[in-house]
């Protein structure tokens, strides 16, 4: 039997930034919980929610557990039945510690001999019992940025829970959380239906919620709030600014949502258009209005949660404050103006980036070195651009706007930019190198721009290893993952051509210069956590661990090498008929030279055997092809080149024991796999493949 299952958990309003996380970690708790339970869901579970409740629906959920069979071993027999076949106390124990009479003794064969043993089934609890124990501790269990407490209250929520409705089956699941005792009643629309409504199941819930003018489905809110926007900004001909970050918030702040369009005075169009969206989305969470052209114009449209019975008093309301931001941005924009950004550099000095780390002016200057320094390497003709970027693009951290709106940093210093006559490329570079703000959103245009926010990131990256705040299993508080995994991305969107050991050393020598640290120590750990992201990267891509670890292990030195490599290696085990002999070959050479302390020279002279003479000349020789093809990365051609070798080196097998008894004849040979060993590695590590 199946049964519905819905649970509502009321509260004051929660944030809307919270809402999204908060609902999808209930959905995937009480969906974890369920099947550690053993309670079957045909359809999974789907949660809702408004600022006001968190719901949870099952739609078939198993009324009870499933039965599970135990099986116990008890004690030998000889010490459970006496020598004429009677129960002794051993068994009487046994059996009354599993619940059954001795008669249900059973006797089973194992490599020790013969045993007691019991093999009974228990009967699954009923659904509705479970719930009624788990559901507070599940409850309490949402992660929350935020949490509180209130009143008398020891437990934490994100915000005070007022109402808790629990139906199974149209029957309350009894249980109390924070105070508030689980029953089947829910509360309409705080403002348009207050009322306390009785529940019968989830059908009567739905049709109730809509009565009570309560949208819980977020995606049909989001798209009642869209509608309501576009239809406001038609009334003055205009069009919404198409934005679903501000649409989501705007749904999730709303139980039933009304828009009415206001306007401001036009001489605020003389602002530029970020200064003007900025804080209409951020502190109002207004929609901007453009013409058919796309250009602002002076109004704007506000979502309410409730129907205004007087709408120009509600939009007079919204200009008022409207009005007050915009001239506060006005002033802002107009202070800021009156001295050249480039100016405002040497401000940075009293902003602390970090206390072990310095300023934001000394961070400016380390990675403006090493700015330059990626200049060089991969755009030598734009040095004096890139210089001039890196300096630029902190110093609008320093101006009112910014400090006032600072989603608005890179953004004002590309407008300050332009203002004061830098070339256009250098201020598109400032809000630029920002670029990946998150770990899969849009990459930097420029290639000035890319630079200058590699050598940021990297300058950041090397800084808290140096001092000892590096990742720490899921914690990444000052988000050097994200940092990475978007230099990564730059360097194989551009096609860069860098060395990431030489990039990383010269940001600990930069660094080294004003800081104390164990150098060598954090070079290694970076380039560790670097390849550790590479690998998360490629494994997303659908490249499989054996060729990520056959390649990368090697050397991740230049990561368009990485990918042609992979893809070479993938080729070759598709196509090649030699390559689980030389795979096994290769094995084999692995584990015979781990550990070797290399002479690096092969004697001729030493070798007792034709088929070492054999591998030795066949060697030189591939070895010179094999290096050819891979200076002009023709990988796939040089693994071809080297698979020439697997007849060979089975025949040395086949005729030598590598592990002389003699040192000198054991270490030639061992060399001699070395060397072998080091021309396969130039293109991937055959011995991590998979047959």
């Known amino acids: 039997m199946f049964g519905e299952l819905l649970l509502e958990i009321g509260t004051e309003e ?15 708790l009480a969906e974890s919980y369920l099947r550690d339970k053993r309670i079957e869901m045909k359809e999974g579970l789907a949660t809702f929610g408004t600022p006001r409740r968190l719901v949870l629906v099952g739609r078939a959920i198993a009324d009870k557990q499933e039965d599970t069979v135990q099986e116990m071993t008890g004690p030998p027999k000889k010490t459970g039945f006496d020598e004429q076949g009677n129960p002794t106390k051993a068994a009487f124990g046994f059996a009354k510690k599993q619940g059954v009479s001795v008669d249900e003794l059973q006797i089973i064969e194992t490599p020790k001999g013969e045993y007691l043993y019991v093999k009974r089934t228990m009967p699954g609890r009923h659904t509705r019992e479970i719930l009624s124990e788990a559901l507070p501790e599940l409850i309490a269990s949402i992660p929350w940025p935020k949490s509180m407490r209130w009143g008398y209250e020891t437990f934490s929520f994100v915000r005070p829970i007022h109402w808790v409705l629990a139906l199974y089956n149209r029957e309350v699941i009894p249980f109390e959380v924070a105070g508030v005792k689980s029953g089947d009643k829910t509360r309409g629309h705080r403002f348009m239906a207050p009322q306390t409504m009785k529940i019968h199941n989830l059908q009567d819930y739905l049709e109730k919620m809509k009565e009570s003018s309560v949208i819980i489905d977020q995606t049909e809110r989001e798209g009642e709030v869209e509608k309501a926007a576009v239809e406001a900004a038609k009334t003055v001909s205009g069009i919404i600014l198409k934005d679903p970050e501000l649409l989501s918030t705007v749904a999730n702040m709303v139980e039933f949502p009304s828009a009415v369009c206001g306007s401001f005075d036009e001489e605020f169009l003389n602002l530029p258009d970020p200064v003007l969206i900025t804080p209409m989305k951020k502190h109002q969470r207004y ?5 058919q052209d796309g250009r602002l114009m002076p109004h704007f449209v506000a979502v309410n949660n409730t129907v205004a019975r007087d709408e120009s008093v509600v939009r007079k309301g919204h200009e008022r404050v409207l009005r007050a931001r915009l001239a506060d941005a006005d002033f802002f924009f107009k202070e800021d103006r ?5 100016d405002r550099l040497e401000d940075l000095k009293t902003v602390i980036y970090q206390a ?37 693009c902190k110093c609008d951290l320093v101006t009112d706007m910014v400090m006032e709106f600072p989603s608005l940093q890179g953004v004002m210093g590309e407008i300050y930019a332009r203002l004061d006559g830098h070339p256009e490329d250098v201020c598109r570079a400032i809000s630029d190198h920002y670029l990946p703000s998150q770990a899969d959103s849009n990459l930097p245009e420029s290639l000035i721009g890319s630079i200058v926010g590699m050598a940021d990131r990297m300058d950041t990256i090397v800084g808290f290893f140096a001092i000892g705040l590096e990742p720490t299993g899921t914690a990444d508080p000052y988000a050097l993952r994200r940092q990475t995994l978007a230099i990564i991305r730059m ?46 990267m490629l494994l997303s891509e659908g490249i499989t661990h054996d060729f990520i670890d056959a390649v990368v292990a090697t050397d991740f030195s230049f990561l368009h090498q990485v990918e042609k490599r992979i893809e070479a290696v993938q080729r070759f085990r598709g196509h090649s008929s030699v390559f689980e002999p030389l795979g096994t070959a290769f094995k084999r050479i692995a584990n015979m030279v781990r550990g070797f302390e290399r002479t690096h020279k092969v004697i001729p002279e030493l070798f007792e ?24 990365e023709n990988y796939f051609e040089a693994l071809n080149e080297m698979a020439t070798l697997a007849p060979v080196i089975d025949e040395l097998f086949s005729h030598v024991m590598v592990m002389a008894e003699d040192r000198k004849i054991r270490e030639n040979r061992l060399e001699l796999l070395s060397q072998l060993q080091d021309v396969f590695l130039q293109v991937a590590d055959l011995s991590k493949l998979s047959a």
């Open 338 to 342: 009156k001295r050249p950004l480039e």
């Open 491 to 536: 360097i194989r969107d551009k096609k860069i051509t860098l060395s990431i050991p030489d990039f990383v050393s010269k940001a600990g020598s930069v660094l080294g210069e004003t800081l104390t640290f164990d150098s060598g120590k954090v070079i290694d750990k970076v380039l560790y956590f670097i390849k550790d992201r590479l690998k998360n």
């Open 609 to 632: 055997s034709k088929s070492e003479e054999v591998l030795w000349s066949t060697f030189q020789q591939v070895r010179d092809k094999a290096k050819r093809e891979i200076d002009e």
């Open 287 to 291: 929609f901007s209005i453009c013409d």
């Open 356 to 392: 072990q780390l310095g300023t934001s002016f000394a961070k400016v200057q380390r990675f403006t070195t090493l700015a330059e320094y990626l200049a060089e390497q991969i755009a030598p003709e734009k040095i004096h651009e890139v210089r001039l970027a890196a300096r630029l």
């Open 14 to 28: 929660i944030p809307s930034g919270y809402l999204e996380q908060g609902l999808q970690e209930l959905r995937q």
